[in-house]
Each structure stands twice: as C-alpha cells, then as structure tokens.
C-alpha cells in the first residue's frame, strides 16, 4: 500500500472534520457534564439517569441517523452548483427533521410505561421517568436541529454547528447549576434541574442556528421566502430511501449499547453506573470517528458529484485510516489513565456511600481496558459507513449492522453477561465482537462498491 497517497489527504481531512467532532463531542458533553453533576449527587441518580438517557438515545440516533441523509445529497447539490436543487433539499429535509422529532418525543412520552418491565432497581425507575419526560421534550429542537445542521455540513460549511455547541454546552452549565443546586432565584430541583439544563440547552442552540442561517449570505438562496407547496412527496421519498437505513444503521449500534445498560441494570445498580462511566467516555472519543465520518461523507459526496471515483476513493480510505492512526493514541490513553477516570464521575470522599463508590471506581476500570481495544473497531466501522452514505448506499450496510450488532454482538452480551462470571466485563466483550464484525464488512462493502464505480460497472 501507498501510505503517501493516503496520509496527504489528513490535512484537508481535518480541516474538514474538526469543527464537525467539536460540534459532536459537545452534544457527548452536555450528557457527560449531567452525568458528572447527578453522579455527585449519588450512584442511584446516576444510574437513574443513565435509564432515561437510554431510552432517549435509541431515538435520538433514529432522528440523527436519518438527518445524515441530507448531507450527501446537499453535498451533491453543492458539487454540481445547483441552488435550486439544494433549496429543494433543505426544505423538505428540516421539514422530515421537524415531524421527526415531534414523533420521536411523543413516543417515549407513550412507551415509559415500559421502565417497569425491565427488572431494573425501583429506586432508579422512580427516579429515571419524570427525568426521560424532559430530556424526551428536548429531541424536538435537537433533530429540529439537525436538519439545519446536515444540509449546512454538506456545503462543507462546517463551523457554524460547532459554534452552536459551545453555546449549548455553556447553557447546559449554567442552568444545571442554578437548578441541581437551586441557587439565586432558582429552584433546587436536585437531578431533575439537569434534564431541564439539557432541554433549554438544545433550545438555543436551534435558535442560534435558524438566525445564522438567515443572516449569512451562502445560505440565503435557501432559506428566504419558504412556502409550503415547495413541500414535494417526491423529494420527500427520496430524502427519506436514504434516511430511513442509515437511521436504522444509526437505531442498531446505539440499541446496543442502550441493551448493554440494560443488561448492567439487570446485575445491578453498581454495574450500571460502572457501566455509564465507561460508555460516558467511549461516547466521548466516538465523536471524532463521527465527524470523520461525516468529512467522509461529505468529500465522497462532493467527488461522486464531479464523477472522480479514483479520488473518492483515496479520500474515503484516507478518513479510515486516520482513523485507525487516532484510535490508537485513545486506546493507549484508556490503559494509562483506566484507574483515574473513573474518579471524575463520583465523590470518593462521600462516607455513606464509600463502599458503593469504590465498587463503581473498580468496576469502571476493568471496562474501559475493554474499551480501549473496541473503539478501534468502533472508529473504523463509523467511517466506513460515513463513506457508504456518502455513495448513497444504505441497505446492504443496514443489514451489515443488524446482523454484526444483534446476531453476533447482543447475545454475546446477554450470555457472557448473565450467565457467566464475567458479569458487566462479559457485556462489554460482547459489544467488541459485534463491532468488530462491523467493521470489516463496512469496509469491504465500501472497497466493493468504489472498485465498482472505478471500473464503471456501477
């Protein structure tokens, strides 16, 4: 292999990417900053809030997933100059975005019954559904969100969301404080200040990102003088053929991350916060492998528009393997600092709950050792998908992703999880065996499918 042709792509690749996973690790922020704040409060508010926030994930990644299939198709539009193309695309993806997101809310609003039957402690359903109710509320400005989002991403104008995450994750800071702890005028709402911190935190970011779009010139052409009849069923169905795989793409991995806590709350409430320790920090370098992939999709986007297969796929290959390059510097971090991270999330100095505390701090340790080798393949498989959307290939990828996640990777966390010694470590080695398995065949099919376009057999 030639390295060179590969690696002199890691330059632009980052230019592209960085303000992308700034912007994504945000969003990880927000929830590792509640998890911080509620987990001084107690493992059992932690873990509490670690159930809802499942739930809210499995949607949230049907409602990201599927606004990912904007960017291709604004990418597209962008490469071939096509303003009226682009508009047709930005309308009717925030509109899908926005009924979406409605419909993502008032199903978890409808289903939190179902807490109950998950065998999960009492004290922590008790606590986890008023706390579901309000951070579901926030996934309509969110997905609202990303609509806007998306179709600006494809125009490589990336910035503009990771500015919007900062100012989200400063409102979440504030507002967590002022009402976790009720100070000043506000309420001391205990955990339930940092659901309505996360709710008002998403709020304005959307808010930030309508007025930038309306204010800056690239995207006026877009958004001024929106009418409904522009709404068309055709663009519709077209967004929503790449939307709905890649958001079930999306729906498979988080779900199984959601069932590996699940799975930790069924052994107990000290394996469930181990367990959202260890997921809080394997979700934080995730965003960088999420914003290459989504440099990915742009670039494969943008060269499969100008019909340049060779350089599309140079690109796609140069964002897998810088990649692999960053994630084994996480990897090595994880090892180094596995018995020092999971202080961050617990009070080690709170004397009625020491003996708990330290069981968590332990149990988190092993985890992220494991962890450290899976995100690997975790990075690798994210990108290769990135690059599938990118050529608009979404089916086989989904059905990559259901078969390495819930035929190879869950019942490998259900049986050495439950039914083995290995306890909480055992769910965790199940999720590296799916994700592994991901990861080479995302990669494969997309070498497939280049190689197809190359030839002109595509």
């Known amino acids: 292999m030639n390295l060179k042709k590969y690696t002199q792509e890691f330059g632009y690749n980052f230019k592209l990417a960085y303000p992308i996973i700034l912007s994504m690790l945000g969003h990880t922020v927000v929830g590792i900053i509640d998890n911080i704040m509620v987990g001084k409060i107690g493992a059992t508010e932690l873990a509490a809030a670690s159930l809802a926030n499942s739930f809210v994930f499995i949607a949230l990644s049907v409602g990201v997933g599927f606004s990912t299939a904007i960017t291709p198709l604004s990418a597209s539009a962008d490469a071939e100059n096509d303003d009226v193309k682009g508009r047709s695309v930005f309308i009717n993806g925030v509109f899908l975005c926005t009924f979406l997101g409605v419909f993502l809310f008032a199903l978890l609003f409808f289903l939190k019954p179902f807490i109950d039957l998950m065998q999960q402690p009492v004290e922590v359903t008790n606590l986890a559904k008023p706390f579901l109710d309000i951070v579901a509320l926030s996934l309509i400005p969110l997905v609202m969100y990303q609509g806007f989002k998306q179709f600006a991403d494809g125009k490589s104008q990336t910035k503009y969301a990771m500015y919007a995450t900062i100012i989200s994750n400063v409102v979440n800071v504030v507002f967590n404080y002022l009402l976790i702890y009720g100070v000043w005028i506000f309420p001391e709402m205990g955990m339930m200040g940092a659901a309505y911190g996360t709710l008002l935190s998403r709020i304005a970011m959307l808010i930030y990102y309508v007025y930038i779009m309306y204010q800056l010139e690239i995207f006026k052409p877009y958004v001024q003088n929106i009418r409904f009849s522009e709404v068309k069923s055709t663009v519709l169905k077209h967004i929503s053929k790449i939307g709905v795989p890649s958001s079930m793409q999306s729906l498979f991995e988080v779900a ?133 959307r990118g050529l608009q290939d979404v089916n086989l990828p989904m059905i990559i992703t259901f078969i390495s996640y819930w035929v190879v990777g869950f019942p490998l966390c259900i049986y050495l999880g439950l039914y083995t010694p290995l306890k909480a470590e055992g769910i965790w080695y199940g999720l590296l065996a799916g994700l592994t398995v991901a990861a080479i065949f995302s990669y494969l099919r997309f070498h497939y499918v280049a190689k197809k376009y190359i030839t002109n057999t595509i």
């Open 256 to 388: 199984l991350f959601t069932g590996a806590v699940w799975l930790s709350g069924m052994i107990g409430t000290t394996a469930q916060a181990a367990n959202q320790i260890a997921l809080s920090m394997a979700s934080m370098t995730f965003m960088f492998a999420s914003g290459l992939s989504v440099a990915g999709m742009i670039r494969v986007g943008n060269q499969k528009g100008l019909k340049d297969y060779v350089k599309m796929e140079v690109v796609a290959k140069s964002i897998m393997l810088m990649t692999f390059f960053l994630y084994i510097g996480f990897a090595i971090f994880f090892v180094v600092f596995h018995n020092y991270i999971p202080l961050l999330f617990l009070d080690s100095n709170n004397a009625e709950q020491a003996v708990i505390n330290k069981e968590v701090i332990e149990m988190a340790g092993k985890l992220l050792l494991i962890a450290a080798i899976f995100q690997i393949s975790d990075g690798v498989q994210v990108t290769a998908l990135g690059s599938l």
